[in-house]
């Protein structure tokens, strides 16, 4: 029998504790307010967006919403964010990606002040992980070790492997994981003998962005499978990259696409908005 890690719960836990800690710093009369741009209407990106501002509100952060249009210049998206940077009632700044084409992606992150990178995606902050400092920690890996902990894996000397090496979930979580003193293997597509070394892994965390990839071959008996994959099936039904009904009864635990980990993401970037108010007062 494995144990289902309930994304959902775990998500809503935090979002209590981040309540509890909102309305303690409005007893002390701080307001703590999140900025988020939205460029173009992106039908997927209006939904993620939609989202962040329901749980702001649920939190009791102040949400402050720019919808530019789509054809907006570099330069003007880089005014704004320059803006929002000096606005000392601003916390934390989000611009959701992607961006329309005339913008380079890096370019706006980079210029996003480290003291407000909520999402973790500054150069300063990938590099703070990566030195071991205090910093922004990009949400969706920051949510997997918050699933783990939380669900009694133990992470120290496990042998743990990353399939995939994005900047945003592949590389910050090999970091992580090594953080907290995993054994840890990153893979990818270049990767000769995939399903050699994740079938070492005691935590294997699949962000390879390929439905239902990943079956009992590539998986230890009793390993723990995390799933970072969301994607439609031929039925139209939401699934991951894990195939979830042929690896389940090989694990551990694992989680469910969905309740899994998509739910964690916007539960740590609330979690972040929090503690920008004591990175900004170091
Ligand atoms: N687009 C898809 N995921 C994300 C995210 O976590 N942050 C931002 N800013 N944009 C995204």
Same mark, same amino acid.
């Given at each position: 029998?494995? @144990?289902?890690?309930?994304?959902?719960?775990?998500?809503?836990?935090?979002?209590? /504790?981040?309540?509890?800690?909102?309305? $303690?710093?409005?007893?002390?009369?701080? $307001?703590?307010?999140?900025?988020?741009? @939205?460029?173009?209407?992106?039908?997927?990106?209006?939904?993620?967006?939609?989202?962040?501002? *329901?749980?702001? /509100?649920?939190?009791?952060?102040?949400?402050?919403?720019? /919808?530019?249009?789509?054809?907006?210049?570099?330069?003007?998206?880089?005014?704004?964010?320059?803006?929002?940077?000096?606005?000392?009632?601003?916390?934390?700044?989000?611009?959701?990606?992607?961006?329309?084409? @005339?913008?380079?992606?890096?370019?706006?992150?980079?210029?996003?002040?480290?003291?407000?990178?909520?999402?973790?995606?500054?150069?300063?902050?990938?590099?703070?992980?990566?030195?071991?400092?205090?910093?922004?920690?990009?949400?969706?890996?920051?949510?997997?070790?918050?699933?783990? *902990?939380?669900?009694?894996?133990?992470?120290?000397?496990?042998?743990?492997?990353?399939?995939?090496?994005?900047? !945003?979930?592949?590389?910050?979580?090999?970091?992580?994981?090594?953080? $907290?003193?995993?054994?840890?293997?990153?893979?990818?597509?270049?990767?000769?003998?995939?399903?050699?070394?994740?079938?070492?892994?005691? !935590?294997?965390?699949?962000?390879?962005?390929?439905?239902?990839?990943?079956?009992? /071959?590539?998986?230890?008996?009793?390993?723990?499978?995390?799933?970072?994959?969301?994607?439609?099936?031929?039925?139209?039904?939401?699934?991951?990259?894990?195939?979830?009904?042929?690896?389940?009864?090989?694990?551990?635990? !694992?989680?469910?696409?969905?309740?899994?980990?998509?739910?964690?993401? !916007?539960?740590?970037?609330?979690?972040?908005?929090?503690?920008?108010?004591?990175?900004?007062?170091?």
């Amino acid at each position: 029998m494995y @144990q289902l890690i309930d994304g959902k719960k775990i998500s809503a836990e935090i979002k209590e /504790e981040v309540k509890a800690k909102v309305a $303690e710093y409005k007893k002390q009369g701080v $307001e703590i307010t999140l900025a988020v741009i @939205q460029v173009g209407n992106d039908p997927a990106s209006s939904v993620y967006v939609g989202n962040k501002k *329901k749980a702001c /509100e649920f939190v009791g952060i102040r949400s402050l919403s720019y /919808e530019l249009p789509e054809e907006t210049t570099q330069e003007e998206l880089l005014d704004l964010v320059k803006e929002l940077n000096e606005r000392a009632d601003v916390n934390g700044i989000l611009v959701q990606l992607p961006l329309p084409k @005339q913008i380079d992606e890096e370019t706006v992150l980079n210029t996003i002040s480290p003291l407000k990178d909520v999402d973790g995606f500054h150069p300063m902050n990938v590099g703070a992980l990566c030195i071991g400092k205090a910093g922004f920690v990009s949400c969706t890996p920051a949510g997997i070790i918050e699933l783990l *902990k939380r669900s009694d894996v133990d992470i120290a000397g496990k042998e743990c492997v990353v399939i995939g090496r994005s900047n !945003i979930v592949g590389k910050p979580m090999a970091l992580l994981l090594l953080r $907290e003193n995993g054994t840890v293997t990153v893979t990818h597509s270049r990767t000769i003998d995939l399903k050699e070394v994740t079938s070492r892994a005691d !935590i294997l965390v699949v962000a390879i962005g390929k439905p239902k990839m990943i079956t009992a /071959e590539y998986v230890k008996k009793g390993a723990v499978v995390i799933d970072v994959g969301i994607h439609r099936d031929a039925n139209n039904k939401l699934c991951g990259d894990v195939d979830f009904d042929n690896v389940a009864e090989k694990c551990n635990a !694992i989680t469910p696409v969905p309740g899994g980990v998509g739910p964690m993401t !916007i539960a740590m970037l609330m979690k972040n908005c929090v503690e920008s108010v004591a990175l900004q007062n170091i």
